[in-house]
């Protein structure tokens, strides 16, 4: 039997799932104010005006951002 309250409460809870995994549930993660990108290992300085391809972005390249 169809009932939207049970699919509204199921979406939400998938959607705080994907969400705080995002963007982070624990306290302690607000309190970082800037953060560092690596790609692979190196920092990495990303520049608004050029493309991935540019910045040297590739398919399978892997970007990490750490507390700075």
Known sequence: MYC????????????????G???GL????KNVKSWKW???ENEFNPDA??????L???H????K???A
């Open 60 to 63: 399978k390249s892997i970007v």
């Open 38 to 40: 690596y790609h692979f």
């Open 4 to 19: 939207p309250a049970r699919n509204f409460i199921l979406s939400f809870s998938i959607l705080i799932l994907i969400f």
């Open 21 to 23: 995994q995002l963007y």
């Open 26 to 29: 624990d306290p302690e993660f």
């Open 56 to 58: 040297g972005l590739r």
């Open 49 to 54: 005006e050029k493309t991935l391809a540019e």
């Open 65 to 67: 951002f750490k507390p």
